[in-house]
């Protein structure tokens, strides 16, 4: 198998693995790396991107944690998925990694407090996230993202789980969950009927959940919406 060449450019200091990973993923989805291409070494890939180990070692470690490549110990590192070639349109290439690494906390924040609202939630945070709800639905009618409805569902979730902090913390982390969103929803708007119709289900569900005041159901079910959307980014179905 010929060695393959990765298109790099010099980048800036701050947040080179994520730059570096970036880069790697734009090859990726524009079809230059194909599923199963090896990638060059650490030592080839640090002397093209004029970087340190750790920094390669770092940047192909997300690759890795998200489905996108796949290290086989002795023979090196191989394109395991291609996600959707209109990634890269819904957000900067240096800024997907971070993006990706929101759902981390969001899995941890948002599923408690999903479990939290629904013991907790009154019937008036109940009538404000099916609201919230029902805006998305009308968002997604109208061909929009809904971006900024989904993230109105996911605070009034938040602040129907009786601690003020949660809403708090949704909110610190705004930046960066508007970005994730454009980027989930974009892919989302420009998909498939099926793919719109599962993120709304998946809405409806934890709405259910909080409104029969089933925390076990609840805390489920908004782990499994954070999880899919998650997948839907990188997964190999993106265009789906």
Not at 47 to 76: C, K, N, T
Not at 134 to 140: D, I, R, Y
């Amino acid at each position: 198998m010929n060695d393959v060449t990765l298109k790099l450019k010099p980048a800036r200091r701050e947040r080179l693995a994520d730059v570096l990973y970036g880069q790697i993923l734009e090859q990726i989805t524009s079809g230059e790396l194909v599923e199963g291409a090896k990638l060059p070494s650490e030592a080839r890939i640090c002397r093209d991107f004029q970087v340190s180990r750790p920094v390669v070692r770092e940047a192909l470690m997300r690759l890795q944690a998200d489905g996108l490549v796949v290290s086989r110990q002795g023979i090196g590192t191989f394109v395991k998925s291609r996600p959707s070639s209109k990634l890269t349109d819904f957000a900067a290439s240096a800024d997907i990694a971070s993006y990706l690494r929101a759902f981390e906390p969001r899995l941890a924040l948002e599923a408690e407090s999903a479990a939290l609202a629904a013991m907790r939630r009154t019937k008036a945070q109940l009538i404000q996230i099916g609201e919230a709800l029902a805006a998305l639905e009308t968002a997604f009618s109208r061909g929009e993202s809904g971006w900024e409805e989904d993230f109105a569902f996911h605070l009034a979730v938040a602040r129907a789980a009786g601690n003020e902090l949660f809403p708090r913390l949704l909110e610190e982390l705004r930046d960066i969950l508007s970005g994730s969103m454009r980027m989930a929803l974009g892919l989302t708007r420009h998909g498939s009927d099926d793919r719109r119709r599962r993120v709304l289900e998946e809405h409806r569900k934890i709405f259910a959940a909080i409104s029969s005041q089933n925390a076990d159901l609840a805390r489920l079910y908004m782990r499994h919406h954070l999880t899919e959307s998650r997948a839907r980014i990188t997964g190999s179905y993106g265009d789906l």
